[in-house]
Every structure is written in structure tokens, then in C-alpha cells.
């Protein structure tokens, strides 16, 4: 019993087939321009997939109000607005541009160029923050042994360098002395 239950189990996936997949609509045409137009209609739960492409259960229902639709006669521009009037223009991947989706058609840039002023802005400020040292003969010497190459020599002079000469040379003077 045990051993006729596991064949059985093996044997369910060559037992089960799947057909080809037929179109909804009996009319390959009809089915067509369907397609053609849920392809230009936004699925209003998946918001970025098309009506055509999507598989949640608002979007065939769509789909088949469409069909229906367009078995009546209507045209494809009157399907549209029937939509937009129980959705809004979001059912749309173009929504017309009119005040109340300004916001959708220059709010990013708009987003962008306020970035841009900001990053420009900061960037400008950090610059004049930036102090700059110069390094002394001693660090300046140190860096080039670390580095493994002999020290660039200075092409200006930096301030007081003529004070800590004579200082030193004061130096070996008491030294010798």
C-alpha cells in the first residue's frame, strides 16, 4: 500500500498537463486591440506595470470591462475617458498636463535643480572652510623618505625662514664654544 502510494505520487506530474493558453475574447482582433489599448492604461495596484501586463485581480477585472466595452461598439477614446472619469487621469501612463498633474510633470525636475542649489551650495561653503597648511622643511623632508624620493626643493621662501637660519647658526656658534 505504502509503495503504490509513492508510484501514484511520482506519476501526478506526467498525469498533469497545461494547455496553450487561449485568448480571453473569442475575437483574436477584439482580443488585439484590447491589448493594444490596457498597454497604454496604468494597473492601478501594481502603478508600475501596465493593465496588459499585470496579474492582480483589479487589472483582469479591468481587462474584461474593457473587452466588454468594446464588444458594445465603443471606440477606444470613449473607453479611455469612461475610465478616467471612474479612475482619474492615474489610469493613464501619459495623464494630460493641467494644473492638477503639474505637480506630476515638474515636480522632479523641479526636486532636481533644488538639489543641484543645495550640493552647489554646500560645496561652496566647505571650500572656504578649507585652511590651508604648508608643510615645514622637517615634515616636508619626512614625506619624501616615506615616499622613497628625494624632497622638491621649496620655490618660495616661507616667512621667518631667515630668523630660525640665523638661530641655528647662533646655535652651533655656543656649541663650538
Request: aromatic share 6%; glycine share 6%.
Amino acid at each position: 500500500m505504502k509503495y503504490l502510494s509513492i508510484l501514484l505520487m511520482c506519476l501526478l506530474p506526467a498525469l498533469s498537463h497545461a494547455g496553450q493558453a487561449t485568448d480571453m475574447a473569442a475575437d483574436p482582433v477584439l482580443e488585439k486591440r484590447m491589448i493594444g489599448l490596457a498597454e497604454n492604461l496604468r494597473c492601478l495596484v501594481c502603478q508600475n506595470e501596465s493593465l496588459a501586463s499585470s496579474h492582480a485581480d483589479l487589472a483582469e477585472d479591468l481587462r474584461r470591462e474593457v473587452r466588454e466595452q468594446m464588444q458594445k461598439g465603443l471606440s477606444d477614446q470613449e473607453i479611455i475617458d469612461y475610465l478616467v472619469s471612474r479612475y482619474g487621469d492615474f489610469v493613464l501612463y501619459d495623464p494630460p498636463v493641467k494644473k492638477s498633474t503639474l505637480i506630476l510633470w515638474y515636480g522632479p525636475f523641479v526636486l532636481l535643480l533644488l538639489g543641484a542649489g543645495v550640493l552647489i551650495y554646500q560645496l561652496r561653503k566647505r571650500k572656504s572652510q578649507i585652511v590651508e597648511t604648508e608643510l615645514s622643511d622637517e615634515d616636508t623632508q619626512r614625506a619624501a623618505e616615506l615616499l622613497n624620493e628625494t624632497p622638491l626643493p621649496n620655490p618660495l621662501p616661507q616667512a621667518g625662514e631667515g630668523a630660525n637660519e640665523s638661530l641655528r647658526e647662533r646655535h652651533v656658534e655656543d656649541n663650538q664654544a
